[in-house]
């Protein structure tokens, strides 16, 4: 899990940056301040957990289980993220619902990974 979690990491990175400067640059002359202000949060925590992502595949070549948190934070992008990028392009409100639970996935793959630190021997 460890490379696969380090890649989907470098991959929600990369793409955040991507996404990022479309709505810097690109999004602005065409959306609402509204919608460029929600992509731009599905941009940022995108790479927030990303860099998660990283962090996770660094400490499961240390010892730690993290599995469980890799995958949350990699659905919880998939939900929260995805759902905000289509809500701004779209207007389709029937999203709003999916986004909180990508945000319920970031808070179970935080909460494990503080649990499964506490209880590590570093």
């Known amino acids: 899990m460890t490379k ?3 890649l989907i990491g470098s991959a929600y990175c990369m793409l955040s940056v991507m996404l ?5 640059h690109g999004l602005k002359k065409h959306a609402s301040e509204y919608a460029v202000d929600i992509f731009k949060t599905a941009a940022e925590y995108q790479m927030f957990h990303g860099l998660a992502l990283i962090l996770v595949a660094m400490l499961i070549k240390q010892g730690l289980k993290l599995n469980a948190s890799g995958w949350l934070f990699t659905l919880g992008t998939t939900l929260f993220s995805g ?3 289509l809500l701004a392009l779209t207007e389709w409100r029937f999203l709003g619902p999916i ?3 990508g945000g319920v996935c970031f808070i179970l793959g935080w909460l494990l990974l503080m649990v499964k ?6």
């Open 99 to 101: 986004t909180p639970i």
């Open 83 to 85: 759902s905000l990028y």
């Open 4 to 6: 696969l979690f380090l």
């Open 20 to 24: 990022g400067a479309f709505a810097a």
């Open 117 to 122: 630190a506490a209880k590590h021997k570093f």
